[in-house]
């Protein structure tokens, strides 16, 4: 049993050591994609961050100042899932893209308000969530029925 001062520096060693490896969590490199969006007759780009990890996918655009015009982050849940979403520790307004197995965009939820509480809820099981600037679909067409295009969605 460790008592005394040796008790004292191994607790804060244990702290220290807990607190880096949030950290160096919390600042794992998300890996990029491209996918795109078919609205009408147009088919726009984005590059996208991917959250990959439940750690990633907790932090999502949590703390971040700004977001490119065409950029992004895209939530791969693998299978269909009821998703619920919200703005906490989030400083900028997002679209958030609810989307089906088959790439169907079912729900947007338009210019979220950021550090809300409230969930934002897919309202169907989606396998996949992509936060959008706010304002973006709204400024380029896009809306539910649209297809987005990445290999994570299946093709008919």
Do not use: C
């Amino acid at each position: 049993m460790i008592t005394g001062p040796a008790r004292a520096l191994a607790a804060l060693t244990i702290l220290t050591f807990g607190l880096d490896a949030g950290q160096a969590a919390e600042d794992e490199p998300f890996a990029r994609t491209e996918l795109w969006i078919e609205s009408g007759a147009e088919r726009i780009r984005f590059e996208v961050e991917v959250a990959q990890t439940t750690r990633q996918r907790t932090r999502g655009l949590m703390f971040r100042k700004e977001l490119p015009q065409l950029g992004g982050m895209l939530f791969d849940y693998k299978k269909p899932v009821n998703v619920a979403m919200w703005m906490k520790n989030t400083f900028i307004p997002l679209d958030m893209l609810f989307v089906a197995d088959n790439g169907i965009i079912v729900r947007i939820a338009e210019n979220t308000t950021p550090l809300s509480l409230e969930s934002i809820h897919s309202g169907a099981p989606v396998k996949a969530v992509i936060e959008l600037s706010g304002g973006i679909t709204g400024r380029l067409g896009i809306r539910a029925g649209d297809r987005v295009v990445h290999p994570i969605f299946e093709t008919e």
